[in-house]
């Protein structure tokens, strides 16, 4: 057995037991946080500096939070070609008055329209809709 492996008995405390500890290992663990204690006082001294980060850091904190976009669906559907053709004369509606607009902002613009109907106008604007045969129409 080599001398740094040999153990020695080590008082902590009147009270407490004797204990053995390598003598490679440090004095005691009291002796750790007292060797730390100043380490904080001296970063204690640097408050000064460390402030500046701390106001960079409450500026990022500032910035507004952004808003989750809302999950987009693609679609597609049939209309009667007279009914399509109204969609561009609205979209050309819209440029005339500085407004120019997308056709799905019309079609948006147009389900809130409806969304902001009572049942009974709902009912009355659904009326004058016919129904057409769902799917793709046939090639002419």
Same mark, same amino acid.
């Given at each position: 057995?080599?001398? !740094?492996?040999?153990?020695?008995?080590?008082?902590? %405390?009147?009270?407490?037991?004797?204990?053995?500890?390598?003598?490679?290992?440090?004095?005691?663990?009291?002796?750790?946080?007292?060797?730390?204690?100043?380490?904080?006082?001296?970063?204690?001294?640097?408050?000064?500096?460390?402030?500046?980060?701390?106001?960079?850091?409450?500026?990022?904190?500032?910035?507004?939070?952004?808003?989750?976009?809302?999950?987009?669906?693609? *679609?597609?559907?049939?209309?009667?070609?007279?009914?399509?053709?109204? @969609? %561009?004369? $609205?979209?050309?509606? !819209?440029?005339?008055?500085? &407004?120019?607009?997308?056709?799905?902002? #019309? $079609? &948006?613009?147009? @389900?809130?329209?409806?969304?902001?109907? %009572? %049942?009974?106008?709902?009912?009355?604007? #659904?009326?004058?809709?016919?129904? @057409?045969?769902?799917? &793709?129409?046939?090639? *002419?």
């Amino acid at each position: 057995m080599s001398p !740094a492996e040999k153990t020695a008995p080590v008082k902590t %405390d009147a009270t407490a037991p004797t204990t053995s500890v390598p003598l490679s290992a440090p004095a005691t663990a009291e002796a750790k946080p007292a060797a730390k204690a100043p380490a904080k006082s001296v970063s204690a001294a640097k408050t000064p500096k460390a402030a500046k980060p701390a106001e960079k850091a409450s500026t990022v904190v500032a910035k507004p939070v952004k808003e989750k976009k809302p999950k987009l669906v693609r *679609d597609s559907f049939t209309m009667p070609k007279n009914e399509y053709v109204v @969609i %561009d004369e $609205l979209k050309q509606r !819209a440029a005339g008055l500085a &407004r120019p607009a997308k056709k799905s902002e #019309l $079609l &948006r613009a147009g @389900i809130k329209a409806l969304a902001a109907l %009572d %049942d009974t106008a709902l009912l009355a604007a #659904l009326a004058h809709v016919p129904a @057409i045969k769902t799917g &793709r129409p046939k090639k *002419d």
